[in-house]
């Protein structure tokens, strides 16, 4: 089954303690991006990869890491998260930049909770 | 910059049809796709406009006029599964240096 897979689901860590979240996909696709979502704000983009070992940063990259050193797995790393980085996160992937007639696939997201 | 604005909520009754518009700034994109989020799921797509006009997908549709910087998600027969957040999204140039941008999406409510 074609697919994005992000782990873990649900996770509450403290202050300052290293996180990743994983995600990883089975299409083959070049795209790759996390958006963070938060109530009254939307998707907001984190960081994006458009293939192996290239990244750039989205909208809200500050206090985030990521690496693409495979096509199906992009991480994403809080290194001393905080507070303001509660959030439902989503990993998405696509063929391509544009999302064209097929569309972002994603992942089923990753509630964190950082107190 | 670029950004896109939708109602952020819309009621409706079942089997009603129901238009959900978003009107966008941009310098630029690919096209105009509309996603589908239910509450705490993950967005999943339902249209694609690269060009002006109409495209049906079964009960839903989807329309784009860059002349007049809008498109529209109409949804017919609505049935209560259609209770869901609905986010319209572009696609910069590739030039721009990032990715699909969403509005901050629309919250339809059916009833019966």
């Known amino acids: 089954e074609a697919q994005v897979t992000q782990n873990p689901r649900y996770l509450i860590t403290v202050t300052g303690k290293k996180l990743t979240v994983t995600c990883s996909q089975n299409?083959?696709?070049?795209?790759m991006s996390w958006y963070r979502q938060d109530p009254g704000l939307g998707l907001r983009q984190i960081y994006y990869s458009m293939n192996v070992e290239v990244t750039d940063k989205g909208d809200v990259p500050e206090g985030y890491k990521v690496s693409r050193k495979e096509k199906r797995n992009f991480p994403l790393i809080l290194e001393s998260p905080s507070p303001n980085q509660t959030s439902l996160y989503f990993c998405?992937?696509?063929?391509?930049?544009?999302?064209?007639?097929?569309?972002?696939?994603f992942g089923s997201g990753t509630r964190l909770t950082v107190v | 910059g670029q950004s896109l604005e939708q109602p952020s909520e819309v009621t409706a009754v079942e089997g009603a049809i129901v238009q959900i518009n978003c009107t966008y700034q941009t310098s630029g994109f690919y096209g105009l796709s509309w996603y589908q989020q239910h509450d705490g799921g993950a967005p999943t797509f339902l249209s694609y406009n690269a060009l002006d006009g109409l495209e049906e997908t079964g009960r839903f549709s989807s329309f784009l006029s860059r002349s007049d910087s809008y498109g529209y998600l109409l949804l017919q027969e609505l049935q209560m599964k259609d209770s869901a957040s609905y986010f319209c999204?572009?696609?910069?140039?590739?030039?721009?240096?990032?990715?699909?941008?969403f509005g901050k999406g629309t919250t339809l409510s059916v009833s019966s």
């Open positions: 999204a572009v696609s910069p140039p590739s030039e721009a240096g990032t990715a699909l941008i």
């Open positions: 998405a992937s696509s063929l391509g930049h544009d999302d064209s007639v097929y569309g972002y696939t």
């Open positions: 299409m083959n696709h070049e795209y």
